[in-house]
């Protein structure tokens, strides 16, 4: 049964992936919708949010290049945006239904990767969430200055935090022969 999910998975995956008509690709997104009835709601916000700025750099780029070459515009910026929400909708539909670990248990190295992938999301959300509390608690009054200031120091802790996980990670999995 876990083989016909994931058999499943790549068949559809690389069937949307070879679409290139609209209208078939707008069909997709509407019956997405219709198996995932109940969930549509949450499911478009998550789509939206991740493919957002994606999706924007992607269009504005093509927009000044339509700008200086006479290229066809709306019609790419349909297809592609399309295809990106298409994509990203049924992997988030997927897997909500799958359970992912599960999914990629069939690789020791996948499994391995994944677990990493998941002990650091959860830390950095526990960390993320530790810092609103803290801000909301010592707070009273919110002010722009000091609230960009707090924006800023968390962004830089983030980043100073990505970047020394993802060193420790790196070594650690040289030491276990991934590279």
Same mark, same amino acid.
Not at 142 to 147: D, I, S
């Given at each position: 049964m876990k083989n016909l999910y994931r058999v499943s998975f790549a068949i559809i995956l690389l069937a949307l992936l070879w679409l290139r008509d609209i209208r078939v690709m707008f069909i997709g997104v509407v019956l997405l919708w219709i198996i995932s009835c109940k969930d549509i709601i949450k499911l478009n916000k998550r789509v939206v949010k991740s493919i957002f700025l994606f999706n924007m750099s992607i269009t504005l780029g093509y927009v000044i290049l339509s700008f200086f070459k006479d290229v066809p515009l709306v019609s790419f910026i349909v297809y592609i945006n399309l295809k990106v929400y298409l994509l990203t909708y049924f992997v988030f539909w997927f897997f909500a239904k799958a359970d992912v670990v599960d999914f990629f248990s069939f690789s020791k190295d996948l499994s391995y990767l994944l677990s990493i992938s998941l002990s650091q999301i959860v830390s950095y959300k526990k960390t993320? /969430?530790?810092?609103r509390l803290a801000y909301k608690a010592r707070v009273i009054?919110?002010? %722009?200055? %000091? /609230?960009k200031g707090f924006i800023g120091r968390v962004f830089d802790f983030f980043l100073q935090k990505a970047l020394k996980d993802a060193k420790e990670r790196s070594l650690a999995m040289k030491a276990r022969g991934f590279f």
């Open positions: 993320y /969430e530790d810092f009054k919110k002010l %722009r200055q %000091r /609230e």
